[in-house]
């Protein structure tokens, strides 16, 4: 039935005020529970009408990209793989300074375990801060690609 006024401000004299029995209104029996109650159960037809969405999954979340692992090598297997870069035609020699691209290799960071014996001149994407040291150290370059 419509009202056009609220029950509440029709009934203010009445013992129940519009809700049947004394002990209909006590406590959430009345109205089958607390919050979501019952939604599997008493309150089905509710979730089904008011929100079919209520359960279940929906979409899709991208999974998120891995970070790809950064290849690294230290400046000691590079002092141990020189002459055979340098056949290779990785590396070249000019003067008295080699020139290598760790690029060329597969590897992204030169790292600082081992020794440097002869002046590099050394292209990659990252370095350690001790193998910048060590580099220019032994008479080198270090360039960030």
């Known amino acids: 039935m419509i009202r056009k006024r609220k029950k509440i401000t029709k009934m203010r004299g009445s013992r129940t005020v519009g809700g049947g029995s004394s002990k209909k209104r006590r406590g959430a029996g009345h109205r089958g529970g607390r919050g979501q ?13 008011y929100d079919p969405e209520h359960f279940g999954k929906r979409g899709f979340k991208r999974p998120k990209k891995l970070i790809k692992d950064q290849k690294a ?41 081992g020794k440097v014996t002869e002046p590099l001149h050394i292209k990659a994407r990252e370095f350690s801060a001790k193998a910048e040291e060590k580099i220019k150290e032994a008479g080198g370059k270090t360039e960030t690609i």
Do not use: F, Y
């Not at 002092?79 to 690029?103: C, F, H, R, S, Y």
């Open 37 to 49: 109650a019952g939604g599997h159960k008493h309150h089905w037809t509710w979730i089904v009408k």
């Open 73 to 113: 090598i230290n400046l000691g297997e590079i002092q141990e793989k020189l002459p055979k870069l340098i056949e290779e035609g990785i590396a070249k020699k000019e003067k008295n300074i080699t020139i290598l691209d760790v690029t060329s290799i597969g590897c992204e960071k030169v790292l600082s375990q």
